[in-house]
Every structure is written in C-alpha cells, then in structure tokens.
C-alpha cells in the first residue's frame, strides 16, 4: 500500500473542496485555497519519490496549471477533468503518466462502450486511469460523474471491478459523500475495493491521520492505495506531510 499525493484546481487556483458541494457554476465548498504554484507541488512529490499522485482539473480554466505540474515532475502524475479520445495523448506528450477519465465514458448516466473503446485505442489500456468515484445510494455504490452531481446506473461492485479492469490499468475512486470533509475513510467502500479490484486502486475522501492510512490497509487488504488532501499541513490541514510520507516510506517505499 502506497500513500498517492494530488492537486486538485479549480478556477485557476490550487484548492481543496468538499467534494459533493462542487456544482455546474463552478461554486463549491472550499476547504484550502493555495498560495504556491502547481510545480511547488508537484516538486515536493518529485523530491520524496511520490509517483503515481493525481492533478485534478476541476472545470475549465486549469489547463495551464496542470501543464505546469507535469511539466515539474515529467512521468511522476496523472492528469484527469475534461480528457477526451481527442485530446489524451496530447496529456501524455506534456509529461502524464496516465490520463484519468469519468464524464466522456459515463455518457448520459451509463456507460459508453463506444467512446471507453475509442479512449484504449487513443492511448491504450496502460496509460489509462477509469475514475469510479461514487457515492452510496439504497446501500450500493454508484459512479457520479457531471462535477459528482449526477448518479449513473453503473453500480461499483465486483463485477464491474473485474470488468472494467480488463480496459484500463488503474482505478481512482473518490468517495464523494465524505471527500474533503475530514471524517474518515468510508471503510465500506474501501474494503469493496480491497476484496474485488485486481488492478491498482487509489481511494480518495475523508482520510484525516495515520490511524486511517493504518485502516485502510487493513480493510482493504493491502491493497488500495489511499489520498489525504484536505487534512495535510500543505494543505491548510493539521495532519503534518512530513508524517505521512515517514509513514509512507515505512511500507517498504523507500527513496
């Protein structure tokens, strides 16, 4: 299990959100907004050998931050939020490492395995991240996408982890309902995620210390990946980065 850092932006700012109030007008709860460029980031992940974190592009107008991330820190970050068949390898050639997709193929509230094709065949199934981030509705899981605002029928259980895993080579899943909220992990969604992904898995939402890192390689069986953003001190939290990345390198991840 490994601690996978982000960047989130949002209207040309680096920010953290409370993930369910981010709305069709760009307005959203704001936890943290930043003072630092995109590339402080992304050095400091590059300085403590943290691949595989995220650049979110949270709406329009952060393709030049994001730009300026990847280019920071060439193949150490993915970049997802408005990649398209159209334009992903164009993400690749700036420095991602993968581009990680939810609203192209999650097209009027299912998915589309027309445009899931034309996305592998544009980059190819290791270089792409499907973003399942969902929240529970009637006991069940299912993917949102439109600024996590609208439910698809797709549901996040084991079939559609073995399935979807055949496409893609990554997962990241937010658990919208406690993104940015700083209550915790969802340990039931985690735990899903560690019975039944069988590619790498970054879960994101509500991670606020140590003992959580600690739970959620426990229920997710070693297995899921886990993102703490609001809570870290980079981040305007108390959870101190310094602790986590000891933490981190206690896993066997040295430098």
């Not at 995109?38 to 974190?53: C, M, N, Q, T």
């Amino acid at each position: 299990m490994k601690f996978r850092p982000c960047i989130d932006l949002k209207g040309g700012k680096i920010v953290q959100i409370v993930g369910g109030t981010l709305t069709s007008s760009e307005e959203a709860e704001e936890n943290f907004v930043s003072s630092e460029s995109s590339s402080f980031y992304a050095k400091l992940y590059e300085r403590d050998s943290l691949k595989g974190g995220h650049v979110i592009m949270l709406g329009p107008g952060n393709e030049a931050l994001a730009t300026e991330a990847l280019a920071a820190f060439p193949e150490g970050l993915q970049v997802g939020g408005g990649v398209t068949a159209s334009n992903a390898q164009s993400w690749l050639e700036k420095g991602a490492s993968h581009v990680i997709v939810t609203s192209f193929v999650f097209h009027d509230g299912r998915l589309d395995e027309k445009r899931l094709d034309e996305l592998v065949e544009a980059v190819g199934r290791e270089r792409l991240v499907l973003d399942l981030s969902c929240r529970e509705q009637n006991g069940d899981y299912y993917v949102v996408t439109d600024r996590w605002q609208k439910f698809t029928d797709l549901k996040v259980n084991e079939e559609t982890l073995t399935a979807l895993s055949k496409r893609c080579a990554e997962f990241l899943v937010h658990g919208v309902d406690v993104e940015g909220k700083r209550l915790g992990v969802d340990a039931n969604l985690v735990a899903l995620l560690g019975a039944h992904a069988t590619v790498p898995v970054t879960y994101a939402g509500g991670a606020r210390s140590i003992a959580d890192l600690e739970l959620a390689k426990k229920i997710g069986n070693d297995r899921v990946d886990l993102t703490i953003g609001s809570a870290l001190d980079i981040f305007g939290g108390d959870l101190p980065y310094a602790d986590v990345l000891r933490w981190h390198r206690s896993q066997s991840h040295p430098v």
